[in-house]
């Protein structure tokens, strides 16, 4: 079958992990839900962007979200840290849950909330200071000050960023001179330093050359050790390589959520398939 | 004749003819590059001005300089030239000195209080209260600043500053009224160009500040202000010019006497309120007091020149920033 074909040439070896963990819509036993959505509608005043989204996110996994521009993926992984509250007049409906508690409860801190779902962006945004005041940003502003703790922190970010060999000399350095790979590199870094549970990325990989892409990839393959990590990405051969779990969005519904390598090769929906195989979208 | 015929013949020229769209169009640029010329031309006609009667006097006439020394005008500490002749002394120090202590009152006074506007007009304000703020800065903006002068006169000091500062010798004429009207004056300023500064700054950093879990005001006082500092020092530079050279406000409210001191509570006289104050009297035409208003002109004139050059090269520089 073609699609198999296809999915052979997506996948890279190292997915080596058997994935018996399964989708909860394949059945199976499921790995610890660590984020959970249950019939989540979102809105932008009346216009409604989400409906009915039943998702559970899996502790220490990959789980990619596909889907043409525009079906709301970014605005499902941004209301995970509650990003959209910015936005005047948006609306969450149904539940989200992160570790069992409602993350849209009233009584909800929404700054210790982002401290634990860290959020990396499409286009990286370093802050006009050194690199080092980039990544020890999340820390001071928690609150703390001193020198040799947040010089660790830095330290230990950057290398799980893998970026550490390359700015290890230039800290004080702005970290607008570094170039859009290692910014993007950096960002992670930042997300990293405020030892958050979670990592949400919107298409992390999207404005960088394929070298760089692949280092962002080979990171997200060493971070989902220690994090759970939401991608949002149009790349359907890096949903492929990267995720266990791919959730395919289309208007503003999950069409279909599965083990990455079923749904990539064995959609039960025909829209997916028409998706995956780019006859559409 | 057939439209194949006519379309092989009539191939239109490349080359430039007389016409009266290019006629109009030249014209055009006529007219406004003499618009432009105007601006110039007025800059350097006031240099002109101000360098013949000051340095290079014009035969019948001697330049100010040639009356009075290089080193009486800039080291002399007094200023008396509308005392008779011996007595008069021409040492710029306290017309300069005025003029910083008004402008330094007035920039510790309109500049944080501006910055902060600016903050909050563009970081916290719903657009509701944003659509009340801002017109009323902007009628701020639009008060005639005599009417700010005899704000100060008959309100700041009787009511504020001989209550508070009396006992301590404030006079009816002080320095602190003019620095504090003129710091009022610059707010609307500060804060509007503060403002566009602010919002210059992509969202995309603004998110990224909450994603780590940043408050507001983590965001605005570490993200959003240090992005645009440089546009803001440009815009506190812009103000601080403004104070420097804001006459009727200070000749109404800190008074007319020249005084080398730093005591905000006595009166004192910049070197604008100098020039207004002078030309209300009578000058005789060549004498070395309407001269003196030409000198100090002069170093009003360079002292805002350079602040607003500086200005300038600091708001490039901002620009660069996010190319």
Redo the contacts between chains.
């Keep these: 079958m073609a699609l198999v074909k296809a999915f052979t040439q997506f996948v890279d070896p190292p997915s080596g992990s058997t994935s018996a963990e399964a989708s909860p819509e394949a059945g199976g036993t499921p790995r610890a839900a660590k984020i959970e959505t249950v019939n989540m509608g979102f809105f932008y005043g009346t216009h409604q962007a989400l409906r009915d989204i039943s998702l559970r996110i899996n502790e220490c996994a990959v789980t990619a979200l596909i889907g043409p521009s525009g079906c709301g993926k970014s605005t499902y992984l941004r209301s995970l840290n509650r990003m959209n509250d910015i936005i005047e007049g948006t609306r969450v409906t149904g539940s989200v849950t992160l570790d069992g508690e409602d993350i849209y409860a009233r009584d909800v801190d929404v700054v210790s909330l982002r401290k634990r779902v860290g959020m990396v962006f499409q286009k990286s945004t370093p802050f006009p200071k050194s690199i080092f005041d980039n990544v020890a940003f999340g820390p001071r502003i928690a609150g703390l000050t001193n020198r040799t703790e947040l010089t660790e922190i830095v330290e230990r970010s950057l290398q799980q960023a893998a970026l550490w060999n390359e700015v290890k000399d230039r800290m004080r350095e702005s970290a607008m001179a570094l170039s859009g790979g290692q910014q993007q590199r950096l960002c992670i870094a930042r997300a990293l330093a405020t030892s958050p549970e979670i990592l949400l990325m919107d298409e992390p990989a999207s404005a960088l050359d394929p070298a760089s892409t692949a280092r962002i990839e080979d990171l997200i393959f060493e971070l989902k050790q220690n994090y759970t990590i939401v991608i949002v990405t149009h790349n359907m051969q890096q949903a492929a390589r990267i995720s266990e779990v791919t959730a395919f969005f289309c208007q503003g519904r999950m069409v279909e959520v599965g083990q990455t390598k079923q749904l990539f090769t064995n959609p039960s929906q025909k829209e997916t398939e028409d998706y995956i195989t780019g006859r559409f979208g | 004749m057939s439209s194949a015929g006519r379309s092989r013949r009539e191939k239109p020229s490349l080359r430039r003819a007389f016409s009266w769209l290019r006629l109009r169009e030249e014209a055009i640029r006529c007219l406004l590059f003499g618009c432009a010329l105007l601006s110039v031309m007025t800059t350097l006609a006031i240099i002109f001005v101000l360098v013949t009667e000051t340095m290079i006097g014009i035969p019948p006439h001697t330049s100010f300089f040639q009356d009075v020394s290089l080193s009486e005008f800039f080291l002399g500490t007094e200023w008396t030239p509308n005392f008779s002749a011996e007595q008069a002394h021409y040492g710029v120090a306290p017309l300069v000195c005025g003029t910083l202590l008004i402008t330094g009152i007035s920039g510790l006074i309109g500049l944080p209080t501006g910055l902060m506007i600016a903050v909050y007009l563009s970081e916290y304000a719903s ?1 509701k209260a944003r659509s009340i703020c801002k017109p009323m800065l902007e009628m701020l903006a639009g008060v005639p600043t005599v009417v700010y002068g005899y704000f100060g006169l008959r309100f700041l000091t009787p009511y504020f500053i001989m209550p508070v500062f009396g006992g301590l010798g404030a006079q009816g004429y002080n320095a602190l009224c003019g620095g504090i009207v003129v710091g009022i004056m610059i707010i609307p300023m500060v804060a509007s160009l503060s403002e566009d500064v602010l919002r210059a700054v ?1 969202n ?12 507001k005001f ?1 965001v605005s006082a ?2 959003v202000v ?2 645009a500092l440089s546009g803001v020092i440009a815009s506190f530079l812009l103000a601080l010019s403004r104070s420097i050279g804001e006459t009727m406000a200070v000749a109404i409210c800190a008074g007319n006497m020249a005084n080398l001191s730093l005591n905000p509570l006595e009166a004192t006289q910049t070197m604008t309120a100098f020039i207004v104050n002078v030309m209300q009297g009578e000058v005789v035409a060549g004498s070395t007091l309407e001269k003196s208003l030409y000198a100090v002109a002069l170093v009003l004139f360079v002292m805002t020149l350079v602040m607003n050059l500086v200005s300038q090269l600091i708001l490039e520089k901002f620009r660069e ?1 996010y190319q």
């Design positions: 657009p992509p995309s950093l603004r998110e990224s500040g909450y994603a780590l879990g940043a408050t983590d570490r993200i240090p992005s920033a």
